[in-house]
């Protein structure tokens, strides 16, 4: 098992910047992808974006691209998700993510418990 536990999130303006943690921990040595996921308000959990853990190549939604940035510290077992030019429809619960899925723009197969983030127009 994998345990994730995220940290970051917040209220922001449209326009703003927040970033991201999530630190990983219990079996890491079986880590293949890590990234994040997103769920707003009465819709699915949808990819936002993931990097293969072992040499750093990413994988982005395409509502996201350009503007987050997803990034890793090996030594800490630690991803990133630098979230700038946001906008209201970046608003939902942000869950971090690991599994070999997330390669393919699906949604991973262990999750931390959430963040918050929230864009005001």
């Known amino acids: 098992q994998v345990q994730l536990v995220e940290s970051g999130g917040g209220l922001v303006q449209a326009g703003g910047s927040l970033r991201l943690s999530c630190a990983a921990s219990g079996r890491t040595f079986n880590l293949y992808a890590m990234g994040w996921i997103r769920q707003a308000p009465e819709k699915d959990r949808a990819f936002v974006a993931a990097?293969?853990?072992?040499?750093?190549?990413?994988v982005y939604a395409d509502s996201v691209k350009g503007r987050f940035t997803i990034s890793r510290d090996y030594a800490k077992n630690t991803v990133y998700l630098q979230m700038n030019s946001l906008k209201p429809e970046d608003t939902a619960v942000y869950y971090c993510a690991a599994g070999r899925t997330l390669l393919n723009s699906d949604l991973g197969d262990y999750w931390g418990q959430g963040t918050q983030v929230t864009v005001s127009s």
């Open positions: 990097l293969r853990w072992s040499t750093g190549s990413t």
